[in-house]
């Protein structure tokens, strides 16, 4: 597991993709901070790897990266750690279209 604070290639996410799940990277976003966590089988440990470095619950993410696709198929957002209905998110999706595209933007900003 890491946290990127700067960039990672594709080259770099094809080689993650092919330790664990063969053709997709789990990852955690914080929307806030603009980091991303990668590498782990559950976007938990993703997630409990962002708090333990100061990162907040609300403004974390799960995202799956697909690194053999192109445009929209490229990033999903699925996962567990989504759901949250207290805080309006009732999906494993991201509801909240804001988000999505602040996602979007940190993603186009840390993997090149």
């Not at 440990?45 to 799956?64: F, P, T, V, Y």
Request: glycine share 6%.
């Amino acid at each position: 597991m890491k946290i990127i604070t700067d960039k990672l290639t594709l080259n770099e996410l094809n080689a993650l993709a092919a330790n664990i799940f063969g053709n997709m990277v789990k990852a955690v976003v914080d929307v806030n901070r603009e980091i991303i966590a990668v590498d782990a089988e559950l976007h938990s440990d993703l997630e409990a790897l962002l708090l333990e470095n100061g990162s907040k619950q609300k403004d974390l993410w799960g995202i799956n990266f697909y690194p053999e696709l192109k445009g929209d198929e490229f990033v999903e957002f699925d996962s567990m750690i989504n759901v949250r209905p207290s805080h309006g998110n009732k999906s494993r999706g991201v509801d909240n279209k804001e988000i999505c595209s602040k996602i979007i933007e940190i993603v186009a900003k840390r993997v090149k």
